[in-house]
C-alpha cells in the first residue's frame, strides 16, 4: 500500500490547499475534499488543484442527490481540465436522514438512483460536448441539446462509490470504477462482506478484482498521548455506528450490547461523553488507527491484503460534537508526518 490517501476536513479553504500541497510534498497519491451543507466539494477540489501540480484531487464524498447530474458532470469536467487530468469523482448516496434534512425530500431507492446517475455522467462525458443527450430513465430524464453540453478533458474520469449495505456495495461492483469504504468498515468486514458483495456487481457487469480500485476511509487519530488519541477515535466511531442503518456492522461483529447503549447515549441522553464511554476497546482496535505514530504505522497492517490503498481520515466529532478545528489541524499534520513516503 504505498499509494496513500488522506481527506482533509478543513473549514478554511486554504489551509485545505496548503495541506494538499505538503501533503504531496510527502508522497501522498491523493487528497480529498469533503462536501457538507457548510462545504462545497467542488470548491475546495478547485483550490488544491491550484496550489499543487501532481497528486489527485478527489470529491470525498461529493452528496449524489444535492446536485442536478449535468452540474456534477459539468463541475467534474471543469476541475479535471484545471487539474490537468487529476479528478477522481467520489459520489455517495448519504443517509436517509441526511437527504431529509438536507433536499427536504426522501430519496426512496438510493441504490438504483446512484446506478443511474453514473449511466447519466458517463453518458455526458461520452458525447464530448457534441451531439444530443436523449436519457430516458426511472429517476432521470434529459433531453439536452449538444451545444449545453460540457467537453471533457478525459471522457472516462474515475468514480468511486461510498457503500455500506449490501444492495449499494453490488452497485458499486457494477457501475464504478472503485470503492470508497465507510470509515466503519473493519478489514473483517470488508474481507467477508464487502468484497463478496462486490464480486457479484463485478461478475453482472462482466468485471474482475483486478478492473476494480478499493479503498475504505480510516478513521486515524495520532497523538503522543496514545489515550487520548484512542477516546478521540471513540467520539467519532460512536458517532457513526449511532446510525440506524449501519446496524448491520455492528450485528455482524456481535457487538449488540454496545449498539444499545451507543442508541440510548446518543438519542436519549444525548450525552457524547456517554456515546464515547459505549464504544468498546475491541471495537476501536477493529475500526480506527488510533495512538502514537508508530502504534498506527502497526495497525495499518491489517488492512494491507484487503486495500488497495487507505485514506486517512482524521476524526471531526468530539464531546461537544465538534472537535476544535486547531486539533483537527494538528491531527491532518501528524497523518501527513506519520505516513510521509
Same mark, same amino acid.
Given at each position: 500500500m504505498e499509494f496513500r490517501a488522506i481527506t482533509l476536513q478543513l473549514d478554511d479553504i486554504h489551509e485545505v490547499a496548503r495541506l494538499a500541497r505538503l501533503a504531496e510534498d510527502a508522497?501522498?497519491? =491523493?487528497?480529498?475534499?469533503?462536501?457538507?451543507? #457548510?462545504?462545497?466539494? %467542488? &470548491?475546495?477540489?478547485?483550490?488544491?488543484?491550484?496550489?499543487?501540480?501532481?497528486?489527485?484531487?478527489?470529491?470525498?464524498?461529493?452528496?449524489?442527490?444535492?446536485?442536478?447530474?449535468?452540474?456534477?458532470?459539468?463541475?467534474? *469536467?471543469?476541475?479535471?481540465? +484545471?487539474? /490537468?487530468?487529476? &479528478? &477522481?469523482?467520489? @459520489? !455517495?448516496? !448519504?443517509?436517509?436522514?441526511?437527504? =431529509?434534512?438536507? @433536499?427536504?425530500? /426522501?430519496?426512496?431507492?438510493? *441504490?438504483?438512483?446512484?446506478?443511474?446517475?453514473?449511466?447519466? @455522467?458517463?453518458?455526458?462525458?461520452?458525447?464530448?460536448?457534441?451531439?444530443? +443527450?436523449? %436519457?430516458? !430513465?426511472?429517476?432521470?430524464?434529459?433531453?439536452?441539446?449538444? %451545444?449545453?453540453?460540457?467537453?471533457? +478533458?478525459?471522457?472516462?474520469?474515475?468514480?468511486?462509490?461510498? *457503500?455500506?449495505?449490501?444492495?449499494?456495495? #453490488?452497485?458499486?461492483?457494477?457501475? *464504478?470504477?472503485?470503492?470508497a469504504g465507510h470509515p466503519c468498515y473493519s478489514a473483517r468486514y470488508m474481507k467477508e462482506v464487502g468484497l463478496p458483495h462486490l464480486a457479484a456487481g463485478w461478475q453482472r457487469a462482466g468485471k474482475s478484482r483486478k478492473d476494480f480500485t478499493i479503498t475504505s476511509w480510516l478513521i486515524t487519530n495520532i497523538a503522543t498521548d496514545r489515550k487520548q488519541a484512542r477516546r478521540e477515535a471513540a467520539y467519532q466511531i460512536g458517532f457513526y455506528l449511532s446510525t440506524r442503518s449501519y446496524g448491520d456492522i455492528m450485528d455482524f461483529h456481535g457487538w449488540h450490547e454496545e449498539k444499545e447503549a451507543i442508541r440510548a447515549a446518543f438519542f436519549e441522553k444525548r450525552d457524547m461523553e456517554a456515546v464515547a464511554d459505549a464504544v468498546s476497546e475491541e471495537m476501536i482496535d477493529a475500526l480506527a488507527l488510533a495512538g502514537t505514530p508508530d502504534d498506527c504505522r502497526k495497525q495499518l497492517e491489517r488492512y494491507r491484503d484487503v486495500l488497495d490503498f487507505p485514506t486517512f481520515y482524521t476524526a471531526g466529532i468530539g464531546p461537544a460534537r465538534t472537535v476544535p478545528q486547531e486539533r483537527v489541524r494538528e491531527n491532518l499534520l501528524m497523518i501527513i508526518d506519520t505516513f510521509a513516503q
Open positions: 508522497g501522498f497519491g =491523493l487528497a480529498w475534499g469533503i462536501d457538507t451543507p #457548510r462545504s462545497d466539494v %467542488f &470548491v475546495h477540489m478547485a483550490a488544491m488543484a491550484t496550489h499543487t501540480k501532481k497528486i489527485q484531487i478527489g470529491s470525498g464524498i461529493a452528496r449524489a442527490f444535492v446536485r442536478g447530474p449535468l452540474q456534477t458532470a459539468a463541475a467534474t *469536467a471543469d476541475l479535471d481540465r +484545471l487539474s /490537468h487530468g487529476r &479528478v &477522481v469523482l467520489g @459520489l !455517495g448516496s !448519504g443517509t436517509r436522514r441526511q437527504n =431529509l434534512y438536507e @433536499l427536504g425530500v /426522501h430519496i426512496d431507492h438510493p *441504490a438504483s438512483q446512484m446506478k443511474e446517475l453514473v449511466q447519466v @455522467l458517463r453518458t455526458v462525458w461520452a458525447l464530448n460536448g457534441e451531439g444530443d +443527450l436523449n %436519457f430516458q !430513465g426511472k429517476f432521470y430524464r434529459l433531453n439536452v441539446r449538444g %451545444f449545453t453540453l460540457t467537453k471533457p +478533458l478525459r471522457r472516462q474520469v474515475p468514480i468511486y462509490m461510498a *457503500a455500506v449495505n449490501p444492495y449499494m456495495l #453490488r452497485v458499486a461492483g457494477e457501475v *464504478a470504477d472503485g470503492l
